[in-house]
């Protein structure tokens, strides 16, 4: 393997010089530097302690540092191995979620009306979103669906990545959205190791829940980017802070890349409060409790008439995909829309997406709001069993 970032990367992104401000070299003093406004933030309730006035910090190496870390402490791989260093703040870049660090990962390998991204449906929506704004052409290779096992087809997306050097992305979503499946590592490895033409971007918005982060590998493999988000296990979706792990080159191209403020004051600093050790075991009990009641539910509501026995894909993540009436879409999506307006409990109809027909995406609630669905559920689905 012979891999060279400057031959991924797009010219012109290679090159950028990042944005710098004065703030960069100077941050203490009477700062009119940057047309700020200095007597604050007008509704005088936003008190002006909290430096509202001022712009964000651009590089958040403090959040980045502390996240490191904790994949490095709760990494499955031994850090022992030479060539796998233990990641630090160089191997990050923050973004308005992962959907900004998904978008920017295509802006800054793939050239428009050009060059493709590789996905494998069923799968998330937004780098097919994200292509498309882009301009770029996005090619398909299933999942394995006949088995239920839902995992990557490393053999048929070899070929087709060597087939077409103009294939610059590979997307895995690792646990899968909606599969809940998390992809072998194993598998992932085979693609590191088989293609240089392009990056394998692994999407690891859910790993908290099932653990075995990739992210730790980004130092082995250069052709490695792992997203992460704290949307999900940290309960922060509001604050959109996502996470691109990759080789401190090409961590340093997207940090170039990125608007510098991306990331706002309230941000960073639930951000950071989250990775304090504290916060950390607290995510990692929530979601454990969060596996539990997701078993509960998964036992209560495919004991039903009218819910298959097994589940589709796996249980990786904070979610379950159940397959209604043997695959009768009809009657998910009359289960959906009266679960909805009635009942007052919203679910995802997922029949639509390759392998999963017939099938709502349920996501786990707290135990009162689970207790909520799996009576609403099992009364709703009554009355559709028995037309
Ligand atoms: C697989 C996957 N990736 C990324 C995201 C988006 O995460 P964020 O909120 O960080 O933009 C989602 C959200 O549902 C997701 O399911």
Same mark, same amino acid.
């Given at each position: 393997m012979t891999f060279d970032l400057q031959k991924i990367v797009r010219p012109k992104i290679y090159n950028l010089e990042p944005y710098r401000c004065a703030r960069d070299d100077f941050t203490d003093g009477i700062l009119l530097d940057a047309n700020e406004n200095a007597h604050g933030p007008t509704p005088k309730e936003l008190n002006k302690d909290s430096q509202l006035h001022r712009y964000p910090d651009p590089h958040q190496v403090e959040f980045k540092e502390a996240m490191a870390q904790y994949r490095n402490k709760t990494s499955a791989f031994k850090t022992t191995e030479p060539e796998l260093t233990p990641l630090s703040a160089q191997n990050l870049c923050l973004g308005v979620g992962s959907d900004e660090s998904i978008d920017a990962i295509i802006r800054a390998t793939c050239v428009p009306a050009k060059e493709k991204i590789l996905v494998m449906p069923p799968t998330y929506s937004m780098y097919s979103v994200c292509a498309n704004i882009n301009d770029i052409e996005v090619v398909q290779c299933p999942l394995i669906v006949s088995d239920n096992s839902f995992q990557v087809d490393t053999e048929k997306v070899l070929t087709m990545l060597h087939a077409d050097p103009l294939i610059k992305l590979c997307f895995i979503t690792s646990p899968g959205n909606p599969t809940g499946v998390k992809i072998d590592t194993d598998r992932i490895i085979s693609l590191l190791e088989n293609w240089d033409n392009g990056l394998v971007v692994v !999407?690891?918005?859910?790993?908290d829940f099932c653990g075995g982060s990739t992210a730790p590998l980004v130092t082995k493999y250069p052709n490695l980017v792992t997203l992460q988000t704290l949307s999900k296990s940290f309960g922060l979706a509001g604050i959109r802070l996502g996470m691109t792990f990759a080789s401190s080159q090409l961590s340093n191209i997207l940090n170039a890349m990125k608007a510098p403020y991306n990331i706002s004051r309230m941000a960073a600093s639930y951000a950071l409060t989250a990775v304090q050790q504290n916060n950390l075991q607290l995510m990692e009990q929530t979601t454990e409790s969060m596996n539990i009641e997701q078993r509960r539910l998964l036992k209560e509501l495919t004991a039903? !008439?009218?819910? !298959? !026995?097994q589940y589709v894909g796996g249980l990786d993540a904070n979610f379950i995909l159940l397959r209604i009436n043997g695959g009768d879409n009809e009657m998910a999506k009359q289960l959906y829309y009266t679960l909805a307006t009635i009942s007052g409990v919203v679910v995802r109809f997922r029949g639509t997406e390759l392998g999963c027909t017939g099938c709502l995406r349920i996501t786990v609630g707290t135990e009162e709001e689970n207790n909520r669905l799996i009576t609403e559920f099992k009364k709703t689905l009554a009355q559709l069993m028995k037309k």
């Open positions: !999407d690891e918005a859910y790993i039903l !008439d009218g819910v !298959d !026995d």
